[in-house]
């Protein structure tokens, strides 16, 4: 991975979530070396938005599965996006979350 701001390598991780799959703030974090800094991962998240190529945020939610971050996308939105990608989520918990879990230390080990 390049050597960039924290932000940017929280950036190339989200970017490699497939669709119809979630992660959690904490398993980025744990594969970026920093275990511990879940909530820096979730404010990179917050600040994403303006983001090229486009990050998609909406594929991490928290340790539990839930949909934490809801609120930054405004209504329904990041249900939507993940619903249209088969994901369901029901009272913002995502069902099926241990199947649809991915974790980067895990995929993206070399």
């Known amino acids: 991975m ?15 979530i497939p669709s119809g799959r979630v992660t959690s ?14 909530r820096m ?16 945020a909406h594929r991490v939610v928290n340790r539990q599965g839930l949909l934490t971050a809801k609120f930054h996308f405004g209504g329904n939105l990041m249900e939507q996006l993940l619903a249209s990608e088969g994901v369901v989520v029901i009272d913002d918990q995502v069902q099926d979350f241990k199947s649809l879990f991915w974790d980067p230390a895990i995929e993206l080990a070399l």
């Open 2 to 16: 390049k050597d960039d701001n924290f932000f940017e390598r929280v950036y190339e991780v989200a970017r490699l």
């Open 25 to 38: 703030y904490g398993a980025i974090a744990t594969y970026l070396g920093t275990k511990g800094s879940s």
């Open 41 to 56: 991962v979730g404010y990179a998240m917050q600040a994403c938005g303006r983001a090229l190529p486009p990050v998609p």
